[in-house]
């Protein structure tokens, strides 16, 4: 017998009156009759069994109004902390993150599952354009409308680019690149910055839809669970954003509070919470103890922690335990079998008609509470509330909450979907008039950041007029300071007076962050072939900013002139180069200038801070010697006062006096201290002092003038704008040629 391969198909009908396919198989004298019908089922079998494996552990959608009253008590937490507790974070961010990964995580989990791994996205993102995108920009245009109001001019740039940047969520990117540290509200502070934590999350919102789809594509190539699978891949993100906010945080934490890296495994706890939590089934009589416990890590944590020192590092897991204990005592899973829970329970408070009412309002509150903060403080020109302005402010922020909720929230949440989903012309419109205005203000915000730039660019190229504008030239010559109609540079130019290496990006910044010990030379543009003398500036921004002075000079005397610096890093004592980047610089410095053909160090002398008398830095004299035993000669300029906490562009623009919006002449101190020290040979110093800050300014005055000789002095709360440092030169020149006559032969 030989074998033989026989494939017979036929088509029959059943007692249903199906048609159905019979296959007959033949091999050699083995026959085998099949049924497509029983292939089909065999394959639905074998695909539901899949689909059951899939969603293996995959949280149920429950209602939870404990997480309601979390949302509501968080609320309450960073409202009431920045009226009344002078800015001190209450962890209620952090808590908002987590619920943000809670929710979403369960949520887009289960759609992706049940769609077979797709995520329907127009749905997803229409949702979130009803429920956040709207009212944020209608909170955006109305800042944006009173800061233009209000606000000097100096600030309509980034006030414009700060409505921009919160309108497409990142404004925390926007904050940290303008180095605008989270902090107290104040009339300084920005009015986007509570923006920071709502861009986090928009950010959060783009990406994990990515997470889940990828989550649930690899459960099915891998045959597992799609919960299994995104708690790993969650689990990956919470450990290395964890140790990023460890990192980061040691060197840079202003940086860390309001960067995404470091926040997103908040989120992923949350998400892990919303995976996992349902698991864990506390005893009935365990559960009272853990929600209350719980509850008091919420409430506590701004009482107990400075949050602005030290989240998102370990320490926010004060706060997001409390919120996992709550959780984990609320669990519905152990409700249906052990009982309701109490009244008296975490549960039942938090389920309170009072907190549900403010966490159905909790968004529009975050929203507006904030600008009102910023700009009453600002009109009224105060640093902090009292109690009576803080419930007064509070009581505005909830009236403008509940008409945004009544007018706005509640008709965009009960309406359907927009776009293909949604029905009548009225949702059209509504969709239409978002995306015009949402078109509108990033038109304007660009259209209005390039015509400020444009206007400030064309000032600075304005030829410097000496007769009208004499600035130091005034008190060195003694001569009348004619009256002209506006000072010069005008207050929109100011924040272009940076000394110019800066805009070569060839220094160091200021902080601890790794590598910035490095020594990076600032090249001369203009070296001459053969030059008569080498001279660096080193030692801080305060050294910089006498760059103009000094480039005029080596234009003149055919110097080369470089720039070795670290802002906010003065020469100093050095004993820890593993963790002080300032201090690793100064070692580094000294081993660059044993290399390194420079025949003149210029650094500031002494320091003055506000509030602080002038003095020479502890272990500056050490680092002194060590430049003068290379053989470089030192100059030690003496330093010049700060306006502080003044902003001379936003002071002078608000209409303020001159002397109102200068520095505080108690800096100075009555003797020079490098007069009481002996310097190392071939050190010296100059004082240019009294023509910074005139000795005599009126018997009640305290302040020395913003403006000297028509010349604003400072372009912000610290630095000497260019033009100023200019209209000094020539009395410069004339103590180096009595100091250091060598550098003239």
């Not at 403006?707 to 912000?716: E, R």
Request: charge should be negative; aromatic fraction near 10%; charged fraction near 15%.
């Amino acid at each position: 017998m030989t074998d033989e391969l026989v494939l017979n198909i036929q088509t029959f009908r059943d007692g249903t009156n199906r048609s159905l396919f019979q296959s007959s198989v033949c091999i050699g004298d083995l026959a085998v009759v099949v049924t497509i019908s029983d292939l089909v089922q065999r394959v639905s079998r074998k695909e539901s069994a899949r689909r059951i494996g899939l969603a293996s552990g995959l949280p149920a959608r429950d209602h939870r109004p404990e997480l309601d009253g979390l949302r509501g008590l968080a609320l309450l937490g960073v409202v009431l902390f920045h009226y009344f507790g002078n800015g001190r974070v209450s962890g209620g961010i952090d808590i908002f993150l987590a619920i943000s990964g809670f929710l979403f995580t369960g949520m887009l989990l289960r759609e992706s599952v049940q769609s077979g791994g797709t995520i329907d996205l127009w749905k997803y993102f229409a949702r979130l354009v009803r429920r956040i995108i709207i009212p944020a920009v209608i909170v955006v245009l109305s800042i944006l409308a009173v800061g233009l109001l209000i606000q000097p001019s100096t600030k309509f740039p980034q006030l414009f680019a700060e409505s921009r940047a919160s309108l497409l969520y990142v404004e925390n990117f926007e904050l940290i690149n303008s180095q605008l540290a989270y902090g107290a509200a104040g009339p300084a502070s920005s009015p986007f910055q509570h923006f920071w934590s709502l861009s986090v999350q928009g950010q959060f919102y783009l990406i994990w839809p990515l997470v889940t789809v990828v989550a649930v594509y690899l459960a099915k190539r891998l045959r597992t669970s799609a919960v299994l699978v995104m708690a790993s891949l969650i689990g990956v993100i919470v450990i290395v954003s964890f140790l990023l906010a460890i990192r980061i945080g040691d060197y840079n934490q202003d940086a860390a509070y309001l960067m995404t890296v470091t926040r997103a495994w908040e989120i992923g706890f949350g998400g892990v919470l919303a995976l996992f939590g349902a698991t864990v089934r506390l005893p009935r009589a365990w559960r009272f103890f853990v929600g209350w416990i719980g509850l008091a890590l919420v409430v506590s944590c701004g009482f107990f922690i400075d949050g602005a020192m030290l989240f998102p590092g370990p320490w926010a897991l004060w706060p997001l335990v409390g919120f996992a204990l709550v959780m984990v005592a609320s669990n519905p899973s152990v409700e249906s079998v052990a009982g309701p829970h109490s009244k008296w329970s975490s549960h039942g408070f938090l389920s309170a008609k009072p907190l549900a009412w403010i966490a159905q309002r909790a968004y529009a509150i975050y929203l507006w509470h904030w600008p009102l903060l910023v700009f009453y403080l600002e009109i009224r020109s105060k640093h902090e509330l009292s109690v009576s302005e803080a419930v007064g402010l509070l009581i505005v922020a909830l009236v403008l909450a509940m008409l945004m909720y009544r007018f706005v929230e509640k008709p965009l949440k009960v309406a359907q979907t927009f776009g293909p989903y949604s029905s009548g012309s009225d949702r059209k419109t509504v969709n239409r008039m978002l995306v015009v205005t949402a078109v509108l203000l990033l038109t304007a915000s660009s259209v209005g950041l390039t015509a400020l730039n444009r206007v400030s660019e064309a000032e600075k190229q304005i030829g410097w007029d000496f007769d009208n504008y004499p600035g130091a030239l005034s008190l060195y010559n003694g001569e009348a300071v004619p009256k002209v109609d506006q000072y010069l540079p005008s207050t929109g130019a100011l924040r272009h007076e940076k000394a110019a290496f800066y805009e070569r990006n060839c220094y160091q910044p200021m902080g601890n962050e790794p590598g910035t010990d490095r020594i990076q030379v600032c090249e001369d543009p203009n070296r001459p072939e053969n030059p008569s003398a080498t001279i660096v500036l080193s030692g801080g921004s305060h050294a910089g900013h006498w760059y103009r002075a000094w480039e005029v000079l080596a234009e003149k005397y055919n110097w080369e002139l470089l720039v070795v610096n670290k802002d906010a890093c003065v020469f100093q004592a050095v004993s820890d180069t593993q963790n002080d980047m300032c201090q690793s610089w100064n070692a580094n410095y000294m081993e660059w200038l044993l290399t390194a053909d420079v025949d003149l160090v210029v650094t500031p002398g002494t320091r003055m801070l506000t509030g602080e008398p002038e003095v020479i830095w502890p272990g500056a004299q050490d680092r002194w010697e060590e430049i003068t035993a290379t053989g470089t000669h030192l100059l030690l300029m003496r330093g010049t006062p700060r306006p502080g906490g003044t902003q001379v562009d936003d002071c002078l623009a608000g209409g303020n006096t001159p002397v109102e919006c200068g520095a505080d002449s108690n800096q100075i101190a009555e003797r020079n201290p490098m007069e009481l020290v002996t310097l190392p040979d071939k050190a010296f110093y100059v004082d240019l002092t009294d023509y910074v800050c005139p000795a005599v300014l009126g018997e009640e005055e305290e302040n020395c003038s913003a403006v000297v000789g028509n010349v604003v002095v400072w372009y912000d709360g610290s630095h000497l704008t260019n033009a100023y440092v200019e209209t000094l030169t020539p009395i410069l020149e004339e103590q180096l040629v009595t100091e250091a006559a060598w550098l003239f032969e």
